[in-house]
């Protein structure tokens, strides 16, 4: 596989995932791969897409982050507004 696959490849991989890292040693936590489809609170079927757009929301407890948006290219089209919250 030729340089430009891979880095092509691993930017994609980079732009979909949501990640949470140790402020210790920089390791990844927690990641989520926003590129797939959900069901909505309001029962509408809804696809996530690539992060290149703003960073990500804390409020109440709550992190919010949009996948999708962007006005970049090369990205995953997608419309949602995610919510993560500790279990």
């Known amino acids: ?13 980079r732009i979909r995932m949501f990640r949470a890292y140790s402020t210790r040693d920089g390791k990844i936590l927690w990641q989520y791969d926003t590129v797939q489809e959900f069901t909505t609170v309001n029962a509408v079927k809804a696809r996530g897409g690539s992060i290149n757009n703003g960073g990500a929301a804390i409020a109440g407890g709550v992190v919010f982050t949009n996948a999708g948006y962007s006005h970049h290219s090369g990205v995953i089209p997608g419309n949602v507004l995610l919510a993560f919250s500790a279990q």
């Not at 596989?1 to 991989?13: G, H, I, K, P």
């Open 1 to 13: 596989m030729s340089r430009s696959v891979l880095d092509e490849a691993r930017q994609r991989l």
